[in-house]
């Protein structure tokens, strides 16, 4: 059993900054990959990036440069910085932890609303 807990989400103005982070719990945390998705109103929630267990990084287009996935495995926490925030990428946004072989696990998510 894996938990996950968000936080650093909050209302910014276009142009600026968060870094979110997920702090986890429970089963060893460095072998799973970790990923942040967001979920806006009225959409399906949608992968943003994500981090093996290796440390290797994957990003949409829509945040290539602008966002930067990180972990710390003796932290069991994974980060996710943004930067050159646009008002498009207000929404929930959730962290996500999965194994070969094990259950997909979910926080709770976090807001992020962007003001133009």
């Known amino acids: 059993q894996v938990q996950l807990v968000e936080s650093g989400g909050g209302l910014v103005q276009a142009g600026g900054s968060l870094r979110l982070s997920c702090a986890a719990s429970?089963?060893?945390?460095?072998?799973?990959?970790m990923g942040w998705y967001l979920q806006a109103p009225g959409k399906q929630r949608e992968l943003v990036a994500d981090i093996t267990s290796g440390g290797f990084t994957h990003y949409v287009d829509s945040v290539k440069g602008r966002f930067t996935i990180s972990r710390d495995n003796a932290k069991n926490t994974v980060y996710l910085q943004m930067n050159s925030l646009k008002p498009e990428d207000t929404a929930v946004y959730y962290c996500?932890?999965?194994?070969?072989?094990?259950?997909?696990?979910w926080g709770q998510g976090t807001q992020v609303t962007v003001s133009s």
């Open positions: 429970g089963n060893i945390f460095s072998a799973y990959a």
């Open positions: 996500n932890a999965r194994r070969v072989g094990y259950n997909v696990y």
